[in-house]
């Protein structure tokens, strides 16, 4: 059975910084991708990190320059660290996996249960 456990959410200040990480175990088939994906209250989940088998990472756009992502070749854990955070940054993170480094959540069929992020004015 495949399991996909985030930890390290939290209460930060605006302008801190937290880092997230993900493990994923019993998971056979490789290689395969991991990604983080946010959800705020009231709004659609939103791509924020992947990473695929080689470590290869792809950001999201508003992210870009403040999250960073990363994964040892093969491995089945993954970082995200986050800086300069913003209010907006403010909602329930989860870890995903599946078979390639995608934006979409359609492509990852693993998830876990979320850690919460929310950062104060």
């Known amino acids: 059975q495949v399991q996909v456990v985030e930890s390290g959410g939290g209460l930060v200040e605006a302008g801190g910084s937290l880092r997230l990480s993900c493990i994923v175990s019993g998971r056979t088939s490789t290689p395969y991708a991991m990604a983080w994906f946010r959800q705020a209250p009231g709004k659609e989940r939103e791509f924020v990190a992947a990473a695929g088998w080689s470590g290869l990472s792809t950001i999201g756009d508003s992210m870009k320059g403040r999250f960073t992502i990363s994964r040892a070749y093969g491995k089945n854990t993954n970082f995200l660290q986050m800086n300069n955070l913003e209010s907006e940054d403010t909602a329930v993170y989860y870890c995903?996996?599946?078979?390639?480094?995608?934006?979409?959540?359609?492509?990852?069929?693993?998830w876990g249960q979320g850690t919460q992020v929310t950062v104060s004015l």
């Open positions: 995903a996996t599946g078979n390639h480094m995608a934006k979409v959540a359609g492509a990852y069929n693993y």
